[in-house]
C-alpha cells in the first residue's frame, strides 16, 4: 500500500507563488509516472504536470511557463512550483502516482484571491 502526504497549499495573491509537496511512503515501489492533477468547483479533475523517471514532463498549456514540477527519487517525494498565480488556478489540487494503479493524495486547497 502506498500512501502519501501532500502539503504547501494555501491563500496567495494573483502573481504570487506557492510550491506544493509529495512524499510518498509504503511498501517498496516503482511510482512512475508522479504528477500532479487540480479539481475547480463544478470541474473535472484535469492534468497539471507529470514527469516520468526519464525526466519527460507534460505541463497542461494553462500552467506552461508558470508552473514546475521536479521529483527527487531519494526522497521519494515531488513537488510543483507555482508561479504568477492566477485566479483561475485556485482548485484542489491532488498529487499522484502510477505503480500498475494509480494512487491519490488526499487534496490541497489552493486558493488564489486578491
Same mark, same amino acid.
Request: aromatic share 12%; proline share 4%.
Given at each position: 500500500?502506498? @500512501?502519501?502526504?501532500?502539503?504547501?497549499?494555501? &491563500? +496567495?495573491?494573483?502573481?504570487? =507563488?506557492?510550491?506544493?509537496?509529495?512524499? !510518498? $511512503?509504503?511498501?517498496?515501489?516503482?511510482?512512475?509516472?508522479?504528477?500532479?492533477?487540480? @479539481?475547480?468547483?463544478?470541474?473535472?479533475?484535469? &492534468? +497539471?504536470?507529470?514527469?516520468? =523517471?526519464?525526466?519527460?514532463?507534460?505541463? !497542461? $498549456?494553462?500552467?506552461?511557463?508558470?508552473?514546475?514540477?521536479?521529483?527527487?527519487?531519494?526522497?521519494?517525494?515531488?513537488?510543483?512550483?507555482?508561479?504568477?498565480?492566477?485566479?483561475?488556478?485556485?482548485?484542489?489540487?491532488?498529487?499522484?502516482?502510477?505503480?500498475?494503479?494509480?494512487?491519490?493524495?488526499?487534496?490541497?486547497?489552493?486558493?488564489?484571491?486578491?
Amino acid at each position: 500500500q502506498v @500512501q502519501f502526504v501532500e502539503s504547501g497549499g494555501g &491563500l +496567495v495573491q494573483p502573481g504570487g =507563488s506557492l510550491r506544493l509537496s509529495c512524499a !510518498a $511512503s509504503g511498501s517498496s515501489f516503482n511510482l512512475n509516472p508522479v504528477g500532479w492533477y487540480r @479539481q475547480a468547483p463544478g470541474k473535472q479533475r484535469e &492534468l +497539471v504536470a507529470r514527469i516520468w =523517471s526519464d525526466d519527460t514532463i507534460t505541463y !497542461a $498549456s494553462s500552467v506552461k511557463g508558470r508552473f514546475t514540477i521536479s521529483r527527487d527519487n531519494a526522497k521519494n517525494s515531488w513537488y510543483l512550483q507555482m508561479n504568477s498565480l492566477k485566479p483561475e488556478d485556485t482548485a484542489v489540487y491532488y498529487c499522484y502516482a502510477r505503480s500498475g494503479i494509480l494512487y491519490w493524495g488526499q487534496g490541497t486547497q489552493v486558493t488564489v484571491s486578491s
